[in-house]
């Protein structure tokens, strides 16, 4: 069964920082373009980061640049997200989810996923 699994979300203060896992079973993540996304209380799900599947190529939102950072495991078939001097706006659930076509730029896009985890929650608060 394929299956992506997130893990590492919690309470956090603003400035603070948290790490993100998501776990793959089933599949060889290092095939896929790994995208993280995440969906904030009354609003809809947004792309944050990824990295390509070829090379590890990254693409990030605007609002997380200079303080998320994505990377992989492949030994652990496990990709990582970073979050440094979080702020009260990125509380969301965040999901990872996979994407098996080859792009030279991995894509935000909901849209393009293949596979994704439910989500865990991160809330920034003091």
């Known amino acids: 069964q394929l299956q992506l699994v997130e893990s590492g979300g919690g309470l956090v203060q603003p400035g603070g920082s948290l790490r993100l896992s998501c776990a793959a079973s089933?599949?060889?993540?290092?095939?896929?373009?790994i995208g993280w996304f995440r969906q904030a209380p009354g609003k809809e799900r947004e792309g944050v980061l990824c990295?390509?599947?070829?090379?590890?190529?990254?693409n990030y939102v605007d609002s997380v640049k200079g303080r998320f950072t994505i990377s992989r495991d492949n030994a652990k078939n496990t990709v990582y997200l970073q979050m440094n001097n979080l702020k009260p706006e990125d509380t969301a659930v965040y999901y990872c989810?996979?994407?098996?076509?080859?792009?030279?730029?991995?894509?935000?896009?909901?849209?393009?996923?293949?596979?994704w985890g439910k989500g865990t929650l991160v809330t920034v608060s003091s």
């Open positions: 989810a996979a994407e098996g076509r080859v792009r030279p730029i991995c894509t935000l896009s909901q849209f393009a996923m293949d596979y």
């Open positions: 089933g599949f060889t993540l290092d095939y896929y373009a």
């Open positions: 990295i390509s599947n070829s090379g590890g190529r990254t």
